[in-house]
């Protein structure tokens, strides 16, 4: 270890002394932090105007493991692939375990495709067609299948069905089909796998989505059962949207599954998580490090699209700027916010959190990479500088 | 009846026939609708900047009444008046319905007010201190009596209650003060009492709204019993939402007790309704017109903020255009509606709706006036023009 | 022409009349309407999530010019197209005008493409690199000769340019070489063509946009000269922006070009004209048809995305919702408003646009086509029904 | 000066050294800014449902200009004040400068008020009404004139003016009233004053804002003259918009004149600077810290409404906030930055910028307290503790 390292985590240590923080504490934590990349993220992004393609991005999924493997080497936090089928269907899943086996990582959620086929032109599960919507739950029932090859705890379903137009659809008759193919679904799902519902404000709908709000995923959630719960995606509300209040509102419901990471300053621009409203993202893991949480079963996941920089540097920048906002959360002092939010101490309890958040954390980020045996420098080893 | 009006609704009725409407059961359904008035609406509203007063506004409750009174007369359709606690507060409640008798109109909802008083400045039902939180419950036991002595059948509730900063507050207690406070407040109600839960996405709090989103009200109201419904106010979404969604969607689970009738550009502008998205507010009534829809129950109230227009004025011309949203919603051609989604002609699913709103329903209007033995143009016999 | 159309138009004759307006003019004016639709627009649109083809849509430049054809034919408002280049890039420009020229259509605005080539991913005349800047140029430069053919007016500019990350980009640096650059540009078009410079708040760049807001677009096409002015496409702003007071800012400084007209709810959607808002629609057509607007040189230019319905009914289906809000545009009693705004009667005022916009127009637009040997349901005798 | 401040400047010393930064440059421009306090801001805010006063906000000048003496006592870097007229309308100024003088502080912006008087219900400057634009603009004359006791360099405009239904006014006739005017008040300001005009997307105004977006302020100041500048609140934008590419715009044009600086999550929220986004606060003065950036007249201002947080403090933890985003925009190495730019590295680009954000500039900002003299943590001291 460089004594440069060793003299910033002394110092920083003394530091946080005084705010009755031990640092160990937040090392240990840090290097036990899960985080699980998406097969897709590893390929190419692009708008409805274009994709740039340089070559060098994996486009098939044992190349794309490949790359989840190296950031896993590199990160030590990234243990674990989501796979969308049928982006990601291949003929026989025990090669695929065996393939994640060599490579030293596990197949994580499974994530349905219900956009895109040319069937489901005007909707998967809310299609008016019955045939559509028995094709839209059989696929879901294939993932199930899929997902017990890898005893994968988490299906997570991204539902996109919306209308364009006034008229087009009848919003009630759709809620009821959601209602009624869900259910079939979560009945053929194991006990230990969750159903995850994600909520979306718009897009690719641009009149209605039947999902839009996590309103409805959590009513949705509650009527399906206890395997059922809620996944956010950071990108995918109304600009201004209080996220760390969803998520402290889905906690204390037991009804919180997951997250898609990423970060957004439009709409569901799907940037690198932290990229445009880092202080935001801390106030979300302020809720999830909040002594009350259970988060022992939640899902981290990232969801982006790299349209510019490189996926697997992507990746691994994303991986260190979630590890900042962790460790940060984890430097709030719990007992004196407690104490300044009871008598509506507004400055102090802000005071409290801003302190937090102005602490570099790089000393323990490298430490933790130093005690897994990692390197301390990932981009600068990963673009072999 | 003058020939000219004669003529305009022969003239349409014809035109209705050949959409297989039949123009007397949209006559007969607007000579019963009745739309609430607040009395706060007959005052003058502002803004934080500053409030223009003229001097005509009514400023004491019972010169408010008789306003009401006098949109009544000339309506038909607002028997009706909200009243606000402790803005509309009186020593002898006997003496107020006294009045409203007299004035052939009667009170409606009782607004309870949780956002005034200067104990709430750091929430009420929210608030750390248990004495306020009792307090602000004690306010609410005081609205249902008030309720009981008019046997309304509503207790309205905004909540404004939220904080401007993070940290402030602890989403987790306050989450269950909510519930535990309006628990208590539900057990008070007598059976034909219902409590309306208003939700509203920011404003006057700028950080984090504790009942921010419908998704919220429902939960709720679901905790609470069949007693508890949500209460949408057009103002108090995000710019986008799809409102008529969520009319729906609330509508299908019972859960729609009524609305807060106004119009919005940029955030709770509270504008006159229809003024700014007549189209949007078709297409609610669309929703609250289909056959489906119970709605025997909703309670359609007004609540707007009347700046610069001379308050009674603006409540005319409020009625006047949910007159024309709600007739044209009656002109949906329903089954060809149902049989052109059924196929997914997008294009002509719209048509039909576009039909409708097309369509000038004046005529039914005034004549539906007319039946009632009402002027035909209200606005200029309020001007006495 | 039937019976019944007499009968309408005779009626609404009638009615206008109260209102000092000559159903004549409006009638009239809506014959020598003229709205461009863009070759693009007859392709199949789609989302970055995917693109639903049913085999019918036109692929290649000619068959969408006879799609642009039919609907001339059949609306007698549409006779000019917009090509893309390179989308529509042919070996022989007077084949293509000969091709025009038999369908009896002409060709209109030349849409450069900087948007698409590899080339462009981090920009095109705000490239780091001088080479990719200068092929932009010359891009643009190739598409004046192009015009030059047509002698098309318009060189109609969307630069999509912009950045997805704090930091990539150096605003000054960029903003220098748009200018540069477009001088360049402007500088070789032939003095019958103008440069409309469009704006757009975001995408497909998610951080920042070079031209993401009007006053953008208008001092650049001041500082370029009398040949360059403002491209307003209706879906490209925040939501809630009033677009009418736009339009009117940019007629008094002489530097609106022309519209990209489509509807959105939540960002840039494409819908079909009219098809959210049809009072914004309507708003807007009042300000371009008030007395004071030159709109002699203005390019009315449909542009959408026709993601589920068919594109040739699609743009049908959109000429006639902007024959409605320009010809209700045409109801409003100008001297009324006027006087009703002079003495700040807000709800006069509000109530002369209404019924303005409440009045069925449908006879007016049917007399039209009839005058101009058209068919009156155009849908209809597409359909074949 | 404590041995921890010591250790921990010395330690931040040598970290900025890798980054080819020298702390002590940073130091020194952190001892020399200034930020100008507004008289408005020492009182209680609220919003049109209440104010929460505890009888402790001054409500009277002097007493207000007590706070700031405080405040600048404390901060070293706040020795003026913002007045508003007619707030501040005293009867002598000269004894106004003498009190002043005797706090040690002196007078800053003059801000005229063309949104309170009754006689300003239907607009000011934009009033049909020339009695009204006449008293509007002397109003404004008179403020040039006490803005000429003081030596004043900024008459800070906030033109409220606008309409909150459709038709109600004429937007062409209010855009001559506005240049009329203003062209009027821009002649009679000594060489040495500056007029800055502000601009807000909406409020108090509903429909439409005759300022309402900075191309609209740019483009009057450069119509006007050198002495117009345009002035950024950073609450009046609509949600996401990029802030810093219009401050980078208005800086290379020479048209950026101040700011009123401050926060928001959903709209005008005034809330205290950095506290919902000190990233973009940061990223902001990355733009102003950029070496071609003359801000040697900037005026830096504070705007906010405090409703919860005790005034006094509030205005301290926001000069420490913006001490905070400034510092840290001086630790931006700006050739790498140049460097990666150049050749397209995203991912380098952005972490160049993140490198500096995630530096805590803790020790930076107390040495430069310690060297001015002042204590160190100075809510501690204002509170007594």
Redesign the interface.
């Known amino acids: 270890m460089s004594e440069k390292l060793t003299?910033?985590y002394e110092?920083l240590k003394e530091?946080l002394k005084d705010s009755n923080i031990d640092i160990e504490n937040v090392t240990k934590a840090l290097m036990s932090l899960e985080i699980e990349t998406p097969s897709w993220g590893y390929g190419r992004g692009?708008?409805?105007?274009?994709t740039?393609?340089d070559g060098n991005e994996p486009t098939e999924l044992f190349a794309k493991l490949e790359e989840a493997a190296k950031v896993h080497k590199l990160t030590g936090i990234a243990p674990s692939v989501a796979i969308h089928i049928p982006w990601d269907k291949v003929d026989d899943y025990s090669k695929l375990q065996k393939k994640a086996d060599e490579l030293g990582i596990r197949i994580g959620a499974i994530n349905p495709n219900l956009?895109?086929d040319?069937e489901y032109?005007?909707g998967s599960i809310t299609n008016?067609d019955p045939k559509i919507r028995k094709m839209a739950v059989d696929h879901m029932l294939e993932c199930i299948e899929i997902g017990k090859v890898f005893k994968s705890k988490v299906l997570s379903l991204w539902l996109?069905d919306g209308?364009?137009?006034?008229?087009?659809?009848?919003?009630?008759d759709r809620?009821?089909w959601v209602e009624e193919t869900l259910s079939e679904v979560y009945s053929a799902m194991p006990e230990y796998m969750r159903l995850l519902i994600e909520y979306k404000?718009?897009?690719?709908a641009?009149?209605?989505?039947d999902i839009?709000?996590?309103?409805?995923a959590?009513?949705l959630s509650k009527k399906l059962g206890k395997q059922a719960q809620v996944l956010v995606d950071l990108g995918h509300h109304?600009?201004?949207?209080?996220i760390?209040?969803i998520v402290?509102?889905l906690?204390?419901?037991g009804k919180l599954g997951g997250f898609h990471l990423n970060d957004?300053?439009?709409?569901d621009?799907d940037?690198?998580a932290g990229?445009?409203?880092?202080?935001?993202l801390f106030?979300i893991f302020v809720?999830l490090t909040?002594p009350?949480s259970d988060t022992s079963e939640l899902a981290y996941m990232i969801d982006q699209?790299h349209?510019?920089?490189?996926p697997t540097?992507?990746m691994i920048?994303t991986l260190e700027?979630l590890q900042?906002a962790y460790a940060k959360s984890l430097l709030v002092d719990r007992d004196a916010?407690?104490e300044s939010?009871?008598?509506?101490d507004?400055?102090a309890?802000?005071?409290?959190?801003?302190k937090a958040?102005?602490?570099?954390v790089?000393p323990i980020i490298q430490m933790a990479r130093h005690r897994k045996g990692l390197p301390i420098s990932l981009?600068k080893v990963l673009r072999g500088e």
Chains 1, 2, 3, 4 share one sequence.
């Open positions: 003299r910033a110092n530091q692009g708008t409805r105007f274009g740039f393609r956009f895109q040319q032109k005007y008016t996109s209308t364009n137009y006034p008229g087009q659809g009848d919003f009630r809620k009821k404000f718009f897009e690719p641009f009149y209605h989505t839009f709000s996590f309103g409805i959590l009513d109304p600009r201004g949207t209080n760390q209040h402290a509102y906690l204390s419901e957004a300053k439009y709409a621009d940037l690198t990229s445009i409203d880092p202080y935001q106030l809720e909040d009350r699209s349209n510019e920089k490189n540097e992507a920048q700027s900042h916010l407690k939010q009871k008598i509506n507004v400055l309890s802000e005071e409290i959190l801003l958040f102005r602490t570099d790089t981009l």
